[in-house]
Structure formats: C-alpha cells, structure tokens
Nanobody, 127 residues
Framework: QVQLVESGGDLVQPGGSLRLSCAAS????????IGWFRQAPGKEREGVSI????????YYADSVKDRFTISRDNAKNTVYLQMNNLKPEDTALYYC????????????????????WGQGTQVTVSS
C-alpha cells in the first residue's frame, strides 16, 4: 500500500526555518517524481517544489526560489523540503505527492498529475 507521511510543520517566526519530511512506503523513491504543494485557507493548491525521479533536476515556484531546497534520501525513502527565511505568506498546509516518472519524460509539474498524496503538515509563520 502506497503511503506518504509528511512531518515537520510547526509555528515559526518570520525569518525562521523549518525542514519538512515526506516519508514514503509501499514503493521505492527512485523513478518517482516527488512534489511539494501547499494550500492556504481560501486559496487554491499551488506547487512549491518538484524533484525529478530520473535525474537531479529540481524546480521551484518563484515565490520560494532561493529560500527553499528540495532533496531526497533514497536510502531512507524520504524527501525533504528545507525552508529558510520563512514569510507569513508561506503559511499553509503542505503536502507531498508522488508520481511514477516514465523514462525520457520530465517530472509532472501540476498537482492533478500526481496520484499519491500525503495528509499534509501545517506550517504557520507568525510573530
């Protein structure tokens, strides 16, 4: 059974840092694209960062570029999202998602392309 479990969300002050984890079970990370998405109250779900399952390519939303870093530890079957210099507008429920990535294709970029989802972890940035 495929399962994704996020953790690491918390209440943090502006300028602070958090590291989110996405632990996968029921499948092996290699060949799976992993995406981090977030949804704030009253807003649509948006893509934050993508990690390719076929190479080391990563993608970031403009709003988080140079502040967030996605990484994966295939041995631990876990993907991380390091978030630095957090801003109040980063407040949201953060989800990780997984999708098998066919050879020769880039990773899915949009949430509707992902099949497997975690339950989310809450990040609140406030003083």
């Amino acid at each position: 059974q495929v399962q994704l479990v996020e953790s690491g969300g918390d209440l943090v002050q502006p300028g602070g840092s958090l590291r989110l984890s996405c632990a996968a079970s029921g499948f092996s990370l290699p060949y799976y694209a992993i995406g981090w998405f977030r949804q704030a109250p009253g807003k649509e779900r948006e893509g934050v960062s993508i990690s390719s399952g076929r190479d080391t390519s990563t993608y970031y939303a403009d709003s988080v570029k140079d502040r967030f870093t996605i990484s994966r530890d295939n041995a631990k079957n876990t993907v991380y999202l390091q978030m630095n210099n957090l801003k109040p507008e980063d407040t949201a429920l953060y989800y990780c998602a997984a999708e098998f990535q066919d050879y020769g294709l880039g990773p899915p970029r949009y949430s509707q392309e992902y099949t497997y989802w975690g339950q989310g972890t809450q990040v609140t940035v406030s003083s």
